[in-house]
């Protein structure tokens, strides 16, 4: 019996460690219990980056992981980090579903692992302590915690606010005193960081839907047998039904949570945010292979 | 057997005098091996584990407070210190409390502090009669105070080890009270052991006098205002108020005093940097050490080890403290936080322990052990500086022990003491 | 022995106050930043978005400099009681196991960190617009003169040279 090292840097409980975890279920039923999965949560094995070279050299087997954290180094996972490139839960679940889906999780191969998956990892709005935002004019001058990532600080830019550097676990105190004015997250990770508290205002622009990936280490995988890399691609697929599930639970309860904090949700007129993303665009879509992805995921029904 | 590698390289080569770096590193690597996982991890977090951003906050206090005590905004916080509370019995005993805690509410590093006090206090108070035990133990145990006012970067460590959700700022000011009321134990007890010891008080300078010390210490005193009141204001967050530190007391010393020689500069920057390297460099390998553990699942294992044999918060408060003291003595402060954090928060809080609380005992508890051989570098700075040996210093150090616990023991069962002071700023 | 082995003394307390003067410009660099940092985005309202990632990847520069010049110094911090209590042929004994302890997990630093820094220079780190090899050199060159100097002292002792006196400044922190 072989036990799969999985890392995740949510929470346990979180919708994604759960979906592992059944995952583990899936793939110990179809090897007969020679394969299980255990999921280490809360990144205890360190973060993103850190996990996924380590997945990379087979210290551990298995990584739940947003394709945000591999950057550009799988130039069409960017295409999915993209303002607004998904319009809508069901075209992000059309396209990824579907063979564009399958095309970029081949795309990871490159960078030594095997993707399996995709995941629900939600939309991310803005929120901040002072007021709503309703037009991009509202954004000017305004400080926003965002991932180290270009395209989150380009989009930022773009929008005509202040992209800041934080550390993540800095945020809080940083909304609280004023330090900054905001971030940007999903409903849940909103909800469980305790932002709710400091930050009252919650505006509905959703620029961005990253999609989760789980991926195994290559070092393993060339170790299976035909059988057994089909049963975890099988396995792989059947838990993402129970993690759509959850992650819509999970989103609904934190809604009702951050409501319950006093926090305004409001609705935004995306068009203009859409608008404004052009030179994001521009800047990170210039391969003729990338720009023909981005067409044919616009073309997606959804 | 993966266990007995990982804890029984680590100890034996401690024992046999490897830097504590070097122990960990091995450990994790000899462990990493015996599994058969590709033993770069071990590197990769040497590297992680020291590259925080909230880290940044170790070089900036230590080269702050060297500053300030080469440039002199330390000594002249001592005189005013002196003028207000000298003339009490065992004066310089009283002063040198009152100088930490002053001191304490601009830098987060004991040992910088039991550098700078004990720098000036220790040789005066040895020309006025006092025992060099007597000023080595008042000294080490004052230099205490500075990690529990704010600012602390050990309390940043704590954060991060207990997953970067624990707010720094409710931490800083959870630690008012009970650095306060150290400073007051520590005061009481340096009062009756110079009773028993017949030492003198210091003449009362004089209003005005006392006005001259007060207006020439104001420009160090201004950096409590500065740190606290910036972090709090939100001009800075509370690892940059770290660096805010240095500039400031670069253009105190600078500007205002000009007192900071070139040289001085340079030997601060390079003291600075030896400091703060072997301090990373343990916390990177800790990384590696804590990695392991987490690899292992070492910290549920523990903690149902201690739940096995207690349920009774009070009594896992007390087994999770002697177990800290006795970790304490022969490991430093930064890595026992980061390997520890994990493993005791979430047990407590399964007993309703609040996680600020917890960095409270956990911060005060560990800082005893930095006054207790084999690992002792606060009582190594003192002893130092005042010229007698460890052992010296350790036989008469029990009445300063005894106040120290005490204080632990209201930390630890009077939650109220940390968390009231935070949640009036909710 | 000793007639070539000490000019060798020289030229490595010549790299080892380079690498020391080197990560003390890193720490003052590292402090332009940060408050270059605050400046900008509490001033000037327009938060450069390098300067978290410039001054992180400045400390682990000097960190690793800086440990390196620990193992010559001496100022690592250990647990020294069994050397207090020990006579003397023995306690000569526990340093040299503690010296090539340093020794082999330096020679690992090169060549695991080697192999982080090789494969790190395909991938960028983002904001900073540099190969991440630049996150993992400092381990190498740390790795590489921490052998020179763990094995420096095994070589001086032997000669009879004074190298486990407690360094000459106290530095440790807390
Ligand atoms: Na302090
Ligand atoms: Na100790």
Redesign the interface.
């Known amino acids: 019996q072989t036990v799969l090292r999985s890392s995740d840097t949510h929470p346990d409980g979180y919708p994604t460690v759960e979906a592992v975890k059944r995952f583990g279920e899936l793939l110990s039923e179809k090897t007969d219990g020679r394969y299980t999965v255990e999921v280490f949560h809360s990144a205890q094995l360190g973060q993103e980056a850190d996990t996924i070279e380590q997945t990379q050299f087979g210290v551990i087997d298995l990584n739940r992981i947003s394709i945000g954290a591999f950057g550009t180094q799988v130039p069409e996972a960017t295409v999915t980090q993209l303002p607004y490139i998904f319009r809508s839960t069901e075209h992000f679940h059309n396209v990824l579903d579907g063979p564009i889906g399958d095309e970029i999780l081949a795309a990871f191969e490159a960078v030594d692992v095997v993707a399996l998956t995709y995941y629900d990892g939600g939309a991310r709005s803005f929120y901040n302590s002072s007021k709503p935002i309703n037009s991009v004019a509202d954004m000017e001058g305004m400080k926003f915690r965002v991932m180290g990532s270009d395209i989150f600080v380009d989009m930022v830019a773009a929008l005509g606010g202040n992209a800041t550097p934080m550390p993540y676990g800095e945020v809080y105190s940083g909304i609280q005193t004023g330090v900054i004015d905001g971030a940007e997250n999903n409903y849940p990770s909103f909800d469980t960081a305790g932002h709710a508290e400091v930050a009252k205002y919650y505006s509905l622009n959703e620029h961005l839907m990253v999609p989760e990936v789980l991926v195994v280490s290559k070092v393993i995988w060339d170790g299976l047998t035909p059988e057994d890399q089909a049963a975890m691609r099988e396995a792989a697929k059947e838990s993402v039904a129970y993690q759509r599930e959850l992650w819509q639970a999970a989103e609904r309860e934190s809604k009702a949570a951050i409501e319950a904090l006093g926090v305004k949700i409001n609705e935004v007129d995306k068009a203009p945010f859409i608008e404004a993303m052009k030179p994001v665009y521009d800047k990170y879509v210039t391969d003729p292979a990338l720009q023909d992805l981005v067409a044919r995921i616009q073309a997606t029904e959804g | 057997m993966e266990y007995w590698i990982l804890f029984g390289v680590f100890t034996a080569?401690?024992?046999?005098?490897?830097?504590?770096?070097?122990?960990l590193?091995?450990a994790s690597?000899a462990t990493?091996v015996y599994l058969g996982?590709?033993?770069?991890?071990?590197?990769?977090?040497?590297?992680?584990g020291?590259?925080?951003?909230?880290?940044?906050a170790?070089?900036?206090f230590?080269?702050a407070g060297d500053l300030m005590m080469r440039g002199g905004i330390a000594a002249r916080i001592i005189s005013f210190a002196g003028a207000i509370i000298g003339h009490v019995r065992g004066g310089l005993g009283q002063v040198n409390v009152a100088a930490s805690t002053l001191f304490g509410g601009i830098s987060g590093?004991?040992?910088?502090e039991a550098a700078a006090v004990g720098g000036i206090m220790i040789p005066q108070m040895k020309a006025r009669g006092y025992g060099a035990d007597y000023a080595v133990n008042v000294t080490s145990m004052a230099a205490l105070i500075a990690?529990l006012l704010p600012p602390s970067h050990?309390m940043i460590i704590y954060?991060?080890s207990g997953?970067?959700?624990i707010?720094?700022?409710?931490l800083f000011t959870a630690g008012i009270i009970p650095g306060l009321l150290l400073a007051v134990a520590l005061g009481i007890t340096a009062y009756v052991v110079a009773v028993k010891r017949g030492y003198p008080t210091e003449p009362f300078p004089g209003f005005y006098k006392a006005f001259q010390y007060f207006l020439v210490s104001i420009p160090g005193l201004m950096l409590i205002a500065i740190i606290f009141g910036g972090?709090?204001?939100?001009?800075?967050?509370?690892?940059?108020s770290s660096?805010?530190a240095?500039?400031y007391a670069l253009l105190v010393t600078l500007l205002v005093y000009r007192s900071l020689t070139w040289s001085e500069f340079?030997h601060s920057?390079?003291?600075?940097?030896?400091?703060?390297?072997?301090?990373?460099?343990?916390i990177?390998a800790a990384a590696s050490f804590g990695?392991l553990m987490?690899?292992l699942r070492v910290a549920p294992i523990l903690t149902d080890l201690i739940s096995t044999l207690t349920t009774d918060p009070i009594m896992v408060l007390l087994l999770i403290n002697v177990l800290l003291l006795l970790l304490g003595t022969?490991m430093?402060?930064?890595p026992l936080i980061i390997i520890t954090t994990?493993i005791f928060l979430p047990m407590v809080q399964k007993f309703g322990v609040d996680p600020v609380h917890f960095g409270v005992i956990m911060i005060l508890n560990l800082?005893i052990g930095?006054n207790t051989?084999?690992?002792g570098?606060?009582q190594?700075?003192a002893a130092?500086v005042g010229k007698i040996s460890i052992w010296t210093a350790m036989r008469s150090v029990w009445p300063f022990y005894v106040a120290g616990l005490i204080v632990l023991g209201l930390v630890t069962y009077i939650p109220a003491l940390s968390l009231w002071l935070p949640s009036l700023f909710r | 022995m000793r007639q070539w082995l000490l000019p060798v003394s020289g030229v490595l307390r010549a790299t080892s106050n380079a690498a020391l003067w080197l990560a003390g410009f890193g720490l003052v660099a590292m402090t332009a930043i940060v408050a270059f940092q605050v400046y900008m985005r509490f001033i000037v309202n327009a938060s450069p978005s390098w300067t978290e990632g410039a001054a992180i990847m400045l400390m682990s520069w000097f960190v690793f400099l800086g440990a390196a010049v620990g193992v010559r110094e001496n100022f690592h911090m250990g647990f020294d009681v069994l050397l207090y209590v020990l006579p003397k042929g023995a306690k000569g004994a526990l340093r040299v196991i503690s010296d090539i302890a340093v020794f082999a997990f330096a020679f690992g630093m090169i060549f695991y960190g080697g192999q982080l820094a090789i494969r790190g220079w395909s991938v960028n780190i983002p904001v900073l617009h540099v190969p991440q090899t630049m996150t993992y050199l400092p381990i190498v060159i740390s790795g590489f003169l921490m052998c020179l100097y763990a094995l420096e002292r095994i070589l001086l002792r032997l000669a009879g040279e004074p190298v486990d006196e407690p360094p000459a400044e106290l530095v440790t922190e807390a």
């Not at chain 2, 972090?231 to 940059?240: L, Y």
């Not at chain 2, 920057?269 to 343990?282: D, E, K, P, Q």
Request: hydrophobic share 60%; with cysteine.
């Open positions: 080569l401690m024992m046999v005098g490897t830097p504590i770096a070097f122990c590193g091995i690597f990493i996982r590709p033993a770069i991890v071990v590197f990769q977090q040497l590297n992680s020291l590259a925080g951003f909230t880290l940044l170790i070089p900036f230590i080269f590093s004991a040992v910088a990690l050990n954060s991060l997953g970067g959700r707010s720094i700022a409710d972090v709090r204001s939100g001009v800075f967050t509370a690892t940059e660096c805010i240095v500039i340079v920057v390079l003291g600075a940097v030896r400091t703060t390297s072997m301090v990373l460099f343990i990177g990695w987490a690899y022969f430093d402060m930064g994990p800082g930095l051989p084999p690992l570098p606060v190594f700075v130092a």
